[in-house]
């Protein structure tokens, strides 16, 4: 089913859904890497269960904001409460930046001990095999929570995912540096902090992916200008309009806004102009969502001579 299609409550359901899935094999993954980190003297396993601890903290934070951003509008959100949805999916994209930059911090810090003669402990097998087990998890969970998230039109599952994502190639670099410590000896344990300091870049790249766009719909940023052509079009395809002006678009979490002007003759009679508008509304509807917030005001062209409204 198309995202377009599907109603608040089925599309809240499907977020549920999937996100409660994540949470589920986040926290299973959350205790095994804090208890392999710990028994496998694994400074990067550790860094990799706080980065899992994150996952589990935007799980919740997407099952409560999601739950407010479906609300109906009402007397104190007219444009409804799909903000809400904008606003988790910029706090998963700050979380993920901080455990981004936790992790360089301590993977640093240690790199720095190794060559001050800070001896480092030799991460044990335990470490390892946990660090494979969750780049299994975390890459198939990555891509059923962004199939689900593009189906079900959710920034935040899709954020969520991409949270996902970053775990799994977090895990990677440590299951890397764990394995090449294990494999070459005490002179390369420096390999463990080393791939936690590597895959810390990773992260904080997708966090400013995440957060940018965010504070762009906040900002009350435009929808991209090919879309606007799209409506564009479609004024000028009907019948009797002339000059649409005064164009304004914006995002609301999963929905649009859609505000223009347009022009028609002053003697057509208010029956038509309305259908008229309403017909337009459903166009743009049909090109945005059915949830689109559309407002059309009228003004009449009168012998060529425009009045405005």
């Known amino acids: 089913m198309d995202a377009l299609k599907l109603t608040s409550k089925e599309r809240e359901k499907g977020i549920y859904k999937v996100t409660l899935a994540g949470s589920i094999v986040n926290a299973l993954l959350l205790v095994l890497k804090f208890v392999a980190g710990i028994v496998g003297n694994s400074a990067a396993m550790i860094a990799d269960a ?36 904008t606003l988790a999916t910029l ?47 975390k890459e198939i969970l990555y891509h059923y ?36 410590a294990i494999l070459l000896g005490d002179k390369w344990v420096i390999l463990d ?35 606007e052509q799209e409506i564009m079009r479609i004024l000028n395809s009907f019948q ?10 914006r995002r609301i979490g999963n929905y649009c806004a859609v505000e223009v002007h347009i ?9 038509k102009a309305h259908d008229t508008s309403s017909a337009i509304e459903g166009r743009i509807k049909s090109l945005l969502g059915e949830e689109t917030i559309v407002y059309i005001h009228l003004e009449p062209r009168k012998n060529g001579l425009m009045q405005e409204g």
Not at 240 to 249: A, F
């Open 50 to 85: 706080v980065h899992s601890l994150s996952d589990f903290a935007t799980d919740i934070i997407v099952l409560i904001f999601v739950r407010i951003s479906n609300k109906p509008q009402d007397k104190g959100h007219d444009y409804g409460h799909g903000k809400f949805e």
């Open 91 to 137: 706090l998963i994209g700050c979380i993920l930046f901080l455990v981004g930059v936790g992790i360089f911090w301590n993977g640093a810090s240690d790199i720095y001990g190794v060559f001050n003669g800070k001896p480092l402990k030799s991460p044990g097998m335990v470490a390892l095999v946990a660090a494979v087990i969750s780049v299994l998890f």
């Open 145 to 180: 929570t962004i199939a689900r998230g593009k189906k079900l039109g959710s920034q935040s599952v899709v954020a969520n995912a991409w949270h996902h994502r970053s775990d799994a190639f977090s895990s990677i670099g440590t299951a890397v540096g764990i394995g090449g």
């Open 193 to 227: 902090p080393a791939a936690a300091v590597l895959v810390s870049f990773f992260i904080c790249k997708v966090a400013v992916q995440l957060v940018v766009p965010c504070v762009e719909e906040l900002l009350e940023k435009s929808l991209p200008e090919e879309t």
């Open 240 to 249: 009797g309009v002339s000059d649409p002006h005064h164009l304004r678009t």
């Open 263 to 271: 022009r028609m003759d002053g003697n057509v009679p208010l029956a």
